[in-house]
Each structure stands twice: as structure tokens, then as C-alpha cells.
Nanobody, 121 residues
Framework: QVWLVESGGGLAQTGGSLRLSCGASGRAFMIWRMGWFRQPPGKEREFVAALNWSATGEKTDIAASVKGRFTISKDMARNTVFLQMTSLKPEDTAVYYC????????????WGQGTQVTVSS
């Protein structure tokens, strides 16, 4: 089992920045991939960014809608993944969820509780 806890959400103005954090606990050493999803008001949950790693290296994947504005990174020593969000737009308003999986079994098996990000125009 893996537990994920997000933090860092809040209110920002258009053009502003926020950094989200996601800390993993439990069997965090078995995680192969962590990522961020978001659910805007009245819409479906959508992919934002992902980071996976192995002995041969790491790979990032960023949604086209946020590419160039959002960056995903990690601090392995703290089992934490970050989402740095810049040049925020009102359409970035959503509940942001952290997710993880172990590379086998169910994809995106573990989820955090979500953190609200609101961007004012």
C-alpha cells in the first residue's frame, strides 16, 4: 500500500505561480511512476504530468495544455514529487490529484485526496 498526500494548492492570479508537492509513504520504495491529474469544475479528470524512473534513467511526460508552463520533478530522498506551475491561467483552476503506481498491476493505482488550485482572472 502507498499513501499520497498533496499540498501547496491555493489561490493565484493569472500569470502567477504555485508549486504542488506530493509526499509518498508506505511502500514508497516500490513506486515506479508518479504523476499529477486534475479535474476542472464540471469536467472529467485529465492527465497533467508524469515522471517515471528506473535504474536506466527517468522519463517525464507533460500534457500539451501545460507544456512550457508546468514542470514535474522529484526528490527521491523525501519520496516527494513536485509540480511547478507558472504562467497560470483561469482554465488551470481544478482539483489537482497526485497518483502513483508500481509499474505492474493496476495503472495509477494509488491516489491522494486532491488539492484545490484556483486561478483568478
Amino acid at each position: 500500500q502507498v499513501w499520497l498526500v498533496e499540498s501547496g494548492g491555493g489561490l493565484a492570479q493569472t500569470g502567477g505561480s504555485l508549486r504542488l508537492s506530493c509526499g509518498a509513504s508506505g511502500r514508497a520504495f516500490m513506486i515506479w511512476r508518479m504523476g499529477w491529474f486534475r479535474q476542472p469544475p464540471g469536467k472529467e479528470r485529465e492527465f497533467v504530468a508524469a515522471l517515471n524512473w528506473s535504474a536506466t534513467g527517468e522519463k517525464t511526460d507533460i500534457a500539451a495544455s501545460v507544456k512550457g508552463r508546468f514542470t514535474i520533478s522529484k526528490d527521491m530522498a523525501r519520496n516527494t514529487v513536485f509540480l511547478q506551475m507558472t504562467s497560470l491561467k483561469p482554465e488551470d483552476t481544478a482539483v489537482y490529484y497526485c497518483s502513483a503506481d508500481m509499474g505492474w498491476g493496476k495503472s495509477w493505482e494509488f491516489w491522494g485526496q486532491g488539492t484545490q488550485v484556483t486561478v483568478s482572472s
